[in-house]
């Protein structure tokens, strides 16, 4: 997992202060299944948090739909021009949604073209 198609540590979100910082801070973009809230980094590289509610479903369906945001940001995060925040709040549909809906959904929010 290394370079820019891994998920390391320094490319997560992990701080509650992070988290309420770029939701004050950020700019909102809403898609049928996300919520994504981004604003520009701090650091050298992206950075991605995600939040999935007990209302989205039970503890399958939530770590389900983490791993499917964290890998559409793993395979996003070459196309973004410059580094970006990006916290990702998973809506109540959101437990049935597919890779490629999710990809479609992130990179239309982000304005970073559809590659599924």
């Known amino acids: 997992m290394a370079g820019s198609r891994g998920y390391p540590k320094a490319a997560r979100l992990r701080r509650r202060r992070e988290f309420l910082s770029l939701q004050r801070e950020g700019r909102r973009r809403h898609t049928a299944h996300l919520v994504l809230i981004q604003r520009p980094s701090t650091g050298p590289q992206s950075r ?9 479903g039970n503890a399958v369906a939530r770590n389900h739909v983490k791993r499917i945001l964290r890998e559409v940001f793993r395979h996003c995060r070459g196309r973004m021009q ?4 990006v916290v990702v709040i ?16 992130f990179a239309r929010a982000l304005d970073l073209g559809h590659d599924g």
Do not use: C, F, W
């Not at 991605?48 to 989205?56: A, C, D, F, I, M």
């Not at 549909?93 to 999710?102: E, F, N, R, S, V």
């Open 82 to 85: 410059a580094p970006i925040d």
């Open 90 to 105: 998973a809506k109540p549909g959101a437990a049935t949604i597919t890779y490629a809906q999710a990809a479609n959904e």
């Open 48 to 56: 991605l948090g995600v939040t999935v509610s007990k209302r989205v």
